[in-house]
């Protein structure tokens, strides 16, 4: 499963979304679909735990979390750097 | 991190005393009737002190969010439903000029704004959300070129006095709660039906009456970014620190006022310190404490305002919430502080020395978006926030 299907999952699962995240694109617009500042926190937590990673403080910000296409990209990032480690 | 803070121009400062000068002579008045600060909003006017956040192409004069709020703390000082106005008055102000993009409707209110000096209200309280400003059960109506919103608002400040109301409600009818729009109504616009009265404890002069809100007027005239921007970016961090500026102001006249008390004694007794003394030496660490924390605050503020990815960071936000939580508590322990110092003469109403007003009006600051909502929205941060030790930055 590519990386922006199981953060998909996870939305689904812990974004509290009021509309069916199946309607949301992958670059869809998060906030307006009704994430909430605690809901990002949840999904932050479940994403780190899911992947087993760290957001670093500099992507603790609102454009992280804008769309399922950018958290998968931060999570790909993170992890890219993880391995390099 | 070593940001030098521009000192406020001795002009700006000279101009916010002569209004707050005026603005303390009524201060009592105001209190006791619960009115408007109509003088002290005309000294300002006067002053041209409206307008100064408003970028200067367009008739205004760039002033720094440091300089906006060393005026809040000079009114602070003399009247704190003046400060409380006009502190919020630059919230909106501030939502306007940063977020309104290239919008030629919002780039002429603003000059208009500088010419007519003109005073804007804050409707984000809804019944059914309380102080939750990041939802909206209304939904602006759009049909065509035209938006018609009806909100019932427990709380507009001196809405009936203001020319203008930013509101906010979802961005249309089928909107998630947390999916909104910020518009600016013009008086003329809407209509306010008056529902619950403003008859509180402190800060009576704000007139923070409830009404039902029904507005029309161009879409143009709703702000093109989205209000989940605004309320991150811009709107959370400057009403804190505005917010935080005038509260320092209110507990630094109540210092001013025991300072006075216990200079009076020792004058009266050379040679022996008066027993106000060591509680006045303790209010004034904890004033400096307040002072610190706003002016952190709003260091950090200017360092990261440039940048949308700084101001909407969580470390961002768990500062600015600190700075609210930390000046709203510790005002009133000073105050308090300076109440023991000055006595009866301080409890008495009327006196040099009294310290009622400060005390009542200084309460409102822990409610005014509760505190523990705000420790709530903090706690949750820091599940995930990791706290940066370092001193200087
Ligand atoms: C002087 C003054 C002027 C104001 N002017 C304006 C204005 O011009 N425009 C405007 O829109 N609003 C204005 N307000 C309103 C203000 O912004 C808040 O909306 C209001 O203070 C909150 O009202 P509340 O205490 O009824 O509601 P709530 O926020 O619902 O809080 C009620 C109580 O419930 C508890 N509580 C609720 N939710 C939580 C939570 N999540 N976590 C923990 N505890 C919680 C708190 O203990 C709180 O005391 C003003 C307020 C004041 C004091």
Redesign the pocket.
């Known amino acids: 499963m590519s990386t922006a299907e199981t953060v998909r999952e996870i939305v689904a699962k812990h974004g509290k979304l009021p509309v069916d995240v199946g309607s949301i694109a992958d670059d869809g617009d998060l906030y307006s679909a009704g994430l909430s500042s605690f809901a990002s926190v949840q999904l932050m937590l479940a994403i780190e735990e899911e992947f087993d990673i760290e957001f670093p403080e500099t992507m603790l910000n609102r454009g992280t979390f804008a769309s399922i296409s950018a958290i998968a990209k931060a999570v790909d990032t993170i992890c890219a750097e993880q391995q390099a480690a | 991190m070593n940001i030098v803070t521009k000192a406020v121009p001795a002009d700006l400062s000279d101009r916010a005393r002569r209004a707050a000068k005026v603005a303390g002579e009524f201060a009592d008045a105001v209190d006791r009737e619960g009115r408007f600060p109509r003088e002290g909003m005309d000294a300002l006017k006067g002053e041209r002190l409206m307008s100064i956040q408003v970028p200067g192409e367009l008739g205004g004069e760039d002033a720094s969010m440091q300089e906006i709020a060393e005026v809040c703390a000079i009114l602070g000082q003399a009247c704190a439903s003046t400060a409380?106005t006009y502190a919020?008055h630059q919230i909106q102000v501030a939502s306007i000029v940063g977020y309104s993009g290239d919008s030629a409707w919002h780039a002429d209110f603003l000059r208009r704004l500088c010419d007519e000096q003109v005073l804007i209200?804050?409707?984000?309280?809804?019944a059914g959300?309380?102080?939750?400003?990041r939802n909206s059960v209304c939904a602006i109506e759009v049909g065509g070129d035209t938006v018609r919103l009806e909100k019932d608002?427990?709380?507009?400040?001196?809405?009936e006095m203001a020319d203008a109301i930013l509101i906010t409600s979802r961005a249309h009818k089928d909107a998630p709660p947390s999916d909104q729009v910020s518009t600016l109504f013009l008086k003329g616009q809407y209509t306010l039906e008056h529902t619950r009265d403003w008859d509180?404890l402190g800060?009576r002069g704000?007139c923070?009456d409830g009404y039902i809100f029904r507005g029309e007027a161009p879409k143009e005239q709703t702000l093109p970014r989205p209000f989940a921007e605004i309320a991150a970016e811009s709107m959370l961090a400057v009403s804190h620190l505005l917010w935080g500026a005038l509260w320092y102001g209110i507990a630094a006249d109540a210092v001013n006022r025991a300072q006075s008390f216990v200079r009076a004694a020792a004058r009266r007794q050379p040679g022996s310190t008066p027993p106000g003394a060591l509680r006045l030496a303790e209010a004034s660490s904890l004033l400096q404490q307040v002072k610190g924390n706003v002016v952190a605050g709003l260091r950090q503020f200017e360092a990261a305002k440039a940048d949308p990815d700084r101001l909407s960071a969580m470390s961002f936000a768990v500062a600015m919430n600190n700075v609210k939580v930390g000046t709203s508590q510790t005002i009133l322990t000073i105050i308090n502080h300076c109440m023991l110092i000055n006595g009866i003469i301080g409890y008495k109403n009327g006196t040099p020395y009294s310290l009622g007003r400060h005390l009542r009006d200084a309460h409102?600051a822990q409610?005014?978006?509760?505190n523990?909502?705000i420790?709530?929205?903090t706690s949750t941060m820091l599940l995930v926030h990791k706290q940066d030790t370092s001193l200087i930055g």
Request: charged share 10%.
């Open positions: 409380m919020m209200a804050s409707a984000t309280s809804e959300i309380g102080g939750n400003l608002a427990t709380v507009i400040s001196y809405g509180t800060m704000t923070s409102s409610l005014m978006i509760s523990d909502r420790l709530g929205n």
